[in-house]
């Protein structure tokens, strides 16, 4: 009988992470770029054999959303091997030229706007077309849109800006009489009008993109179709039938990455290019580039995090306490924040006998605990004297440093763990670059201002 789950799929062939702990230390994050790599080839090669077996008439690019996580070297390798990178604020867009000057890429690369504009956003959008950029940013709302307009005709910028139009998709409930959304994304259909007319009027932008987003959500087939269907016949064809700019659908983030690792992607390109296409058919209208953003899917397994068992601790003589020597709310905000589901496994000691156990982090905080919610418990291998338990967080790669502010002041001061780059090189061998001590007291000091 297998006792505990050790589900290593994400750990690349040939690392060996109890290696890595003896030699560097617990607590530490490990980052595989390899697997930002592979995700990102996975993806353009199932698209690139959907187009291809459906004989459609445009192309597949991936652009990654930076949001899921600003570590310069992951995001420097999925640009590197995607097509481009979607940003979410100024600042995002000011750092991501940073990232694509360095690697000499600015030429090859688009740069998707999305999120919410500012002004300071807005102009760097403008002037980062004017200044040879391939940008396309994505109007979210009317304010945004005539402030393209503004913009682009002042200091005599000669090109049009490229613009995308995102399209408001929500389900809608009744409450009390008023229709209520659940996101505030988009443009609603009566705003997407007017822009096509104005457009008319506007030469100094000019309309290629479509754009709907579907959310993070558990893959489900119909619902996935539905909102393509909506968004490509409500918007796409009707933007497409007035400018013949009109060239890109963007489906957005939320590329299928469920828990059970089994999804079929050649049939979910598969489908996604049908739909498409059968939909050019029937409006007759050319078939669009298909662009995707992704955040979670490029990242989630880039990043585990490895702790030590420091106490075990009998409050409840049941379910022992396995204390770690970090803080499993800050190691994974998602999973406490959102419900997203994480995987933790025991590392060493399998041929103990199993415990029934709960993890929890060396915060004060009562909810820095981790358990099976139905069982109550998890299994974990018991400890003898003198032994050592490594346990770790499988697939901590997105959002979860956004979320917990890497770098910054954390809970009860529990010091930020090691960070470990590991990559295959051109010659194939693997390398290895401790890019952080473990934090340091003069780095909270700092960031907490004593002067
Ligand atoms: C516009 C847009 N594109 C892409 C993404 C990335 O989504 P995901 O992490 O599901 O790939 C997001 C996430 O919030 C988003 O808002």
Not at 117 to 136: A, C, L, P, R, T
Not at 317 to 324: E, M, N, T
Not at 384 to 390: A, H, I, P, S
């Amino acid at each position: 009988m297998k006792n505990f789950d050790t589900d290593h799929s994400l750990v690349p062939p040939g690392v060996d992470l109890l290696d890595l702990v003896n030699r560097y230390g617990a607590p530490i994050k490990i980052t595989f770029l390899d697997n930002i790599k592979n995700q990102i080839l996975k993806l353009k090669n199932t698209f690139n054999k959907a187009i291809e077996n459906n004989n459609y008439k445009a192309s597949f690019y991936t652009v990654n959303a930076n949001k899921a996580n600003y570590e310069y070297v992951g995001i420097a390798q999925a640009i590197k091997y995607g097509d481009g990178a979607e940003c979410s604020s100024y600042y995002d867009l000011i750092i991501t030229k940073m990232v694509i000057e360095k690697l000499n890429l600015k030429n090859n690369k688009y740069l998707i706007c999305n999120g919410y504009k500012n002004k300071d956003y807005i102009k760097e959008i403008v002037k980062s077309k004017n200044d040879g950029w391939h940008i396309i940013p994505i109007i979210d709302c009317l304010e945004e849109y005539e402030l393209y307009k503004k913009y682009n005709s002042e200091k005599n910028y000669s090109t049009p800006l490229e613009v995308g139009i995102r399209v408001h998709l929500s389900s809608q409930y009744i409450e009390e009489g008023s229709v209520i959304t659940d996101d505030r994304f988009g443009v609603t259909e009566d705003e997407f009008e007017f822009i096509v007319k104005d457009l008319k009027e506007n030469t100094n932008l000019t309309l290629s993109t479509i754009h709907f987003h579907q959310r993070g959500f558990e893959y489900e087939k119909d619902k996935y179709l539905i909102n393509i269907q909506k968004s490509f016949t409500n918007f796409y064809v009707k933007a497409k039938q007035n400018f013949n700019s009109v060239k890109n659908f963007d489906i957005g983030g939320g590329t299928p990455l469920p828990e059970s690792n089994d999804f079929d992607y050649d049939s979910w390109s598969d489908l996604t290019v049908k739909a498409i296409q059968e939909m050019c058919i029937k409006h007759k209208v050319a078939e669009p580039n298909i662009i995707s953003e992704n955040g979670k899917y490029n990242r989630k397994n880039s990043q585990i995090n490895i702790y030590e068992v420091a106490k075990v601790k009998y409050t409840d003589k049941a379910y022992p306490w396995y204390i770690v020597d970090g803080s499993l709310l800050i190691a994974m905000p998602e999973y406490y924040a959102l419900g997203e589901p994480m995987k933790i496994v025991p590392l060493n000691l399998l041929s103990n006998n199993p415990v029934k156990a709960r993890l929890c982090g060396m915060t004060c905080d009562c909810d820095d605990v981790f358990y099976d919610k139905d069982k109550g418990y998890i299994l974990l291998p018991e400890i003898k004297e003198d032994e050592t338990l490594y346990i770790a967080i499988m697939g901590t790669g997105s959002y979860q440093d956004s979320m917990n502010g890497k770098g910054g002041v954390h809970h009860c001061l529990i010091p930020e763990e090691r960070d470990l780059i590991l990559w295959t090189d051109e010659f194939g061998d693997m390398q290895e670059y401790l890019q952080n001590e473990i934090q340091s007291i003069d780095d909270i000091v700092r960031l907490i201002h004593i002067k």
